[in-house]
T-cell receptor, first 118, second 115 residues
Framework: AQKITQTQPGMFVQEKEAVTLDCTYD???????LFWYKQPSSGEMIFLIY??????QNATEGRYSLNFQKARKSANLVISASQLGDSAMYFC???????????????FGQGTILTVHP | DAGVIQSPRHEVTEMGQEVTLRCKPI?????LFWYRQTMMRGLELLIY????????DSGMPEDRFSAKMPNASFSTLKIQPSEPRDSAVYFC?????????????FGPGTRLTVL
């Protein structure tokens, strides 16, 4: 069974500094995908970045990058140059592997609340 | 692009009443997902559809919950009878088929309070 673990309930960072949010996962399938979503206090879920298990390079999207360490089964989100608007809950999620009836569904971690201080 | 539309945004009801949550996915998306978010259990997948057909309903908590997708542009999640423990934010999400890296687009959610 797929499992996602986010061990940091809360993180604090100073504005303009970088922060890393941890995510580890467990799967026995070689084909999977990892997503990060942001949930601000307003409640909506915003897609940030995606990493496929076969991707050779770490994914990047603007100030977001994913530190993907396949052997350690970790997919940490790095936010560079933090902004006050980055304060939110962040979720890591894993897409179930292809070939089964559960393909396409996501399993989410418990989330990390990030607070950016001015 | 209107995004995923959910209604109502807020629902307050009394225990025992029937509750119907509605969702309109993004046009052209083949998959539709219903999630529930609570402080205790986090974000849980309840059920998802592919091309209007329910594929996995293993997350539906019990028989009081049912979901339908009569056509590609509309889905409902019904709770009957509702209980206080059903209080949560319910999200609908949709995604395109085909590419494995297609992200799910979430609606704004429906905040349900059962008194």
């Amino acid at each position: 069974a797929q499992k996602i673990t986010q061990t940091q309930p809360g993180m604090f960072v100073q504005e303009k500094e970088a922060v890393t949010l941890d995510c580890t996962y467990d799967t026995s399938d070689p084909s999977y995908g990892l997503f990060w979503y942001k949930q601000p206090s307003s409640g909506e879920m915003i897609f940030l970045i995606y990493q496929g298990s076969y991707d050779q390079q770490n994914a990047t999207e603007g100030r977001y990058s994913l530190n993907f360490q396949k052997a350690r089964k970790s997919a940490n989100l790095v936010i560079s140059a933090s902004q006050l608007g980055d304060s939110a809950m962040y979720f890591c999620a894993m897409r179930h592997p292809s070939g089964g009836t559960s393909y396409g569904k996501l399993t989410f971690g418990q989330g990390t609340i990030l607070t950016v201080h001015p | 692009d209107a995004g995923v539309i959910q209604s109502p945004r807020h629902e307050v009801t009394e225990m025992g009443q029937e509750v119907t949550l509605r969702c309109k996915p993004i046009s052209g998306h083949d998959y539709l997902f219903w999630y529930r978010q609570t402080m205790m259990r986090g974000l849980e997948l309840l059920i998802y559809f592919n091309n209007n057909v329910p594929i996995d309903d293993s997350g539906m908590p019990e028989d009081r919950f049912s979901a339908k997708m009569p056509n590609a542009s509309f889905s409902t999640l019904k709770i009957q009878p509702s209980e206080p423990r059903d209080s949560a934010v319910y999200f609908c999400a949709s995604r395109e088929g085909g590419r494995s890296y297609n992200e799910q687009f979430f609606g704004p959610g429906t905040r349900l309070t059962v008194l």
